[in-house]
Each structure stands twice: as structure tokens, then as C-alpha cells.
């Protein structure tokens, strides 16, 4: 089993930053690819970025794409979001995920946080 808990959410104006995290324990962190997904109101929850469980890989949403930055820390079993020039279509509640597939790209996702918000607004 593993654990996982979103924070660093908040409220930002249009075009400032935020910087969300995810710490995990339980299980041996380093072991498990990770993704962020976010869900907005009235929408189904969406993709936005995953890195495997050596760092050798990322992937985002053409969305956030050049925005956002996905990273991780092992040493600190933690994995981060960086969240520049935000959008109000960014608003959203926003989860990581874990994946002990091995997938490439992951896709797997077994392990949930329960989610921290991101609102966007003036």
C-alpha cells in the first residue's frame, strides 16, 4: 500500500505560480511511476503530467504543456508540480497518482490522493 497526500494548493491571480506537492508512504516511493490528474467542476477528471519511476521520462497534456513541470524526489519520497503562467481554466482539484506497472508511458494508477485545490481567479 501506498499513501499519498496533495499540498500546496490555493488561490492565484492569472499568471502567477503555485507549486503543488505529493508526499508518499507506505510503500518504497522509487518504485512507482507518478501522475497529476485534475478535476474541474462539471468535468471529467483529466491528464496533466506523469514521470516514471527514474526521472528519465515526463509527459504532459498538450494543456499544460510548457506551463507546468513535473519532478520528483526520491530521497524524499515527494513528488512536485510546478504551475506557471496559471489559467482560470487551470481551476481544478488536483490529485497525484502512482503506478507500480512499469508502464511506459504510466497508465496504471492504483494509489490516489485525496486532492488539493487549485483556484485561478482576480
Known amino acids: 500500500q501506498l499513501q499519498l497526500v496533495e499540498s500546496g494548493g490555493g488561490l492565484v491571480q492569472p499568471g502567477g505560480s503555485l507549486r503543488l506537492s505529493c508526499a508518499a508512504s507506505?510503500?518504497?516511493?522509487?518504485?512507482?511511476?507518478m501522475g497529476w490528474f485534475r478535476q474541474a467542476p462539471g468535468k471529467k477528471r483529466e491528464f496533466v503530467a506523469a514521470?516514471?519511476?527514474?526521472?528519465?521520462?515526463?509527459y504532459y497534456s498538450d494543456s499544460v504543456k510548457g506551463r507546468f513541470t513535473i519532478s520528483r524526489d526520491n530521497a524524499k519520497n515527494t513528488v512536485y508540480l510546478q504551475m506557471n503562467s496559471l489559467k482560470p481554466e487551470d481551476t481544478a482539484v488536483y490529485y497525484c497518482?502512482?503506478?507500480?506497472?512499469?508502464?511506459?508511458?504510466?497508465?496504471?494508477?492504483?494509489?490516489w490522493g485525496q486532492g488539493t485545490q487549485v483556484t485561478v481567479s482576480s
Open positions: 514521470i516514471t519511476w527514474s526521472s528519465s521520462n515526463t
Open positions: 507506505g510503500r518504497t516511493f522509487s518504485d512507482y511511476a
Open positions: 497518482a502512482a503506478d507500480g506497472t512499469g508502464l511506459v508511458p504510466p497508465r496504471m494508477y492504483d494509489y
